[in-house]
């Protein structure tokens, strides 16, 4: 047996015809199972003067067997076909590279922002017909209830509502999205299959025109990844990792098992509202092979009216 491995999902492919093939075939068994053998059999016989008898037709119980296999069949191949895509999709291969993987996930990460972006501008086609009326409604400023569509572009901005339900679906929009840009953001600095250790900082440019720093800091530990994950998350929930100025106020809201969002804020000596706020949203994505803790401040949050006044950290991370 030969180093490599065999890539049955590569492969398995060429077990399959084609769909033109594969109908061109079946729909012409069909047709032979359709046709009438009487037929032949009269047009070859020669008339005679004897009176006819009368035959009794034979049912054609086999040739309806036959039909009824060649109609199953069809479905078990449309429903094997299914099982063979939905498989390409969601099983990678053993042996397959950081690399290669790592585009899959970037391509499939494409696919659904596609998707997304269909929906979005399906939306707005709809809506636009109904856009003077959603004026009217927008100035009036409901408190009680936000729309979908501004809801939307609340947690689009980093932004979290007071009402208990919008706040906690925000907090895993906002942390969702930032998973899904895990692997874009991995391959952009060069991390992908990176077994050497990396401690670095650089500035970096964004699409808005503006700079950032980044860090990077790449360690490898003589334990499985479960329990580095689960030291990590301790520490996160449990022991903060730092501790506050007496002055300083930290809230932490346990949003579920794996989410949490904390808000610090340190106000200035004279005692002004204005400081700095740094408040920040954190969830654990576990999968099977890996696990990714996320972390992304909140720009603006109801429940601190006094953010806009003062420093708001703007950072993530994974």
């Not at 109609?71 to 299914?82: F, Y």
Request: aromatic content about 6%.
């Amino acid at each position: 047996m030969t180093d490599s491995t065999w890539n049955i999902m590569e492969d398995l492919q060429f077990l399959i015809a084609t769909d033109e093939e594969l109908q061109d075939d079946l729909v012409h068994v069909c047709n032979l199972l359709d046709s009438d053998p009487s037929t032949d059999d009269h047009h070859g016989t020669k008339p005679s003067t004897e009176a006819p008898t009368v035959r009794r037709r034979k049912r054609r119980v086999r040739v309806d067997n036959y039909k009824m296999e060649v109609t199953m069949l069809r479905a078990q191949v449309d429903t094997l076909k299914a099982q063979l895509d939905h498989l390409k999709l969601t099983n990678p291969t053993m042996d397959m590279s950081a690399w290669k993987l790592a585009a899959r996930r970037e391509r499939m990460e494409a696919m659904r922002c596609q998707v997304e972006n269909n929906e979005l501008r399906a939306a707005v086609d709809e809506r636009e017909s109904l856009l003077e009326h959603m004026k009217r409604l927008l100035n009036k400023k409901p408190r009680w209830n936000l729309s979908e569509s501004s809801w939307d572009e609340e947690w689009s901005s980093y932004k979290l509502a007071a009402q208990t339900s919008l706040r906690v679906a925000a907090i895993h929009a906002i942390a969702d999205r930032q998973f899904r840009r895990q692997n874009g953001a991995f391959i952009a600095a060069g991390l992908v299959d990176v077994t050497d250790d990396v401690i670095q900082a650089t500035l970096v440019m964004l699409p808005t025109h503006g700079a950032a720093l980044q860090a990077v800091q790449v360690a490898a530990f003589d334990a499985s990844w479960q329990t580095v994950t689960a030291a990590v998350w301790a520490v996160v929930t449990k022991y903060r990792g730092f501790t506050a100025p007496d002055h300083a106020s930290v809230v932490v809201e346990h949003v579920d098992e794996w989410t949490l969002y904390d808000r610090f804020n340190l106000p200035c000596s004279d005692g002004g509202v204005d400081g700095h706020h740094s408040n920040n949203i954190r969830k654990l994505f576990q999968e099977e092979s890996r696990s990714v803790l996320v972390w992304r401040t909140v720009l603006e949050d109801v429940l601190v009216p006094h953010m806009s006044k003062g420093a708001v950290d703007d950072s993530w991370g994974w």
